[in-house]
């Protein structure tokens, strides 16, 4: 079945090509997408490094018949049928070979040849029509109505499996208006070996403590169990060292490499006065005057951090990987007598290429649907009854995300960042759709 189609949901094709008076010839070719690849190398060593590829578009070869018995002037009206689908800017072509179709998105397009046969009833046309990299399967849900909790020590995570297609596709998370108006949130995938064992949270009890600062007993608005956060009383207010790992993470692991967009929850006593965090060598973050729990952003941290061989020579067996340095959070006072308290650390995947992380800043009303939609790479709010496309401001930082095939995909979720903290009570009900991409067509298992 060949058909051209206004998108996804029609139901009456605009052209059929498979059915009479159409018929679609052997010689017809669906290609596959160009690998781009930029290459690195001297005269000093032997071979190159692909430094960086992407797909590129795909050219469709369709050798099409039409065929009207007698009458030249209905073939040459189907001919122009043709003419109209091929030089729309943008359009779409169903292909179902099997059991599932695809959709191509193609550009525009003119015949590369036309024959005409018997009386002009009969003619053959060769086009070539460019067309996105990838065939589209239909619509699946990988995240159906979730409850994420915004609890650190059991949350903050869902775990998408048996993604659809050959590669990796953009994903689209919704959420509901009322539960992030105008709020900014941190989203990041996980998505590569096992990101179960990826270093996530670190208590701020299981370091090892510094300068005027201990651990505190049970607090219910701090995340874990038995004594659960640590505080800082600044008898010596100057940029000292408060909590420590002398590694990290604690236990070596290849899930470990990457880089980390890192979170600190913490606490003021006092809403006066100045204290500054900061994490490693990172530059200096200024802790908002509130005695609410703060959700605060501390900068990047490299695992294993400098330079990293990755595998082991030319076996591609990965390495575990740590942080000999370990991490170090400094603190400081420079007026007023607040303690600092603080909950736990929070480590985002944020690596380019197999990770992606995002800052998304929702659209400022509470009503309808937040829509971080990742094929389109924008942000918007849907109208809950007519679902049309409100015109509210949005943004966002970073990457759109991603979800592969044969991979357990981590979704880690933080509703309010470099704002009050979410209370640990708290949770957001996630729905996340993709659509799988094929170089061809989905196979029955898919």
Known sequence: MLSFVANQLSSSPRLHLHQGPWRVLASTEWGFPELKRSMSGSSMVDGEVVTSDSFGNRLIRLRLQVYRGGDPDAALAELEKLHRELTRPRNMLKYQPASKPVWFRTFRAVPESLQIYRNGDYFEVSVEIPAEPFAYGERETAINGVSIGMDPASGMYHDITNVKGDVETPLQVIIQGVVAPGFTSAMAIRRRGTPSQMPFVVQAESMTTGTNTSVQPNDPAMSGSGSNYVATSFGTPTNEIRLSMSAFPAAASPDARGFYRVYARVRRTESSGTITMQLNANKPVTVPNSTSIRMIELGEVAVPGGMDPIVAGPSDVELPAQRSSGLQIRAARSSGSSWLHYDCFIFMPADADTDRFA??????????????????????NLHSSSSAVM???????GLPLMVSPGQTNRLFFIRKVNDLADALSDSVTVTAHYWPRYLYVPGVES
């Open 359 to 380: 800052l998304v800043t929702w659209p400022n009303v509470n009503s309808g649907f937040h829509v971080f939609d990742g094929p389109s790479g924008a942000v918007y």
């Open 391 to 397: 015109g509210y401001a949005a943004s966002f930082e």
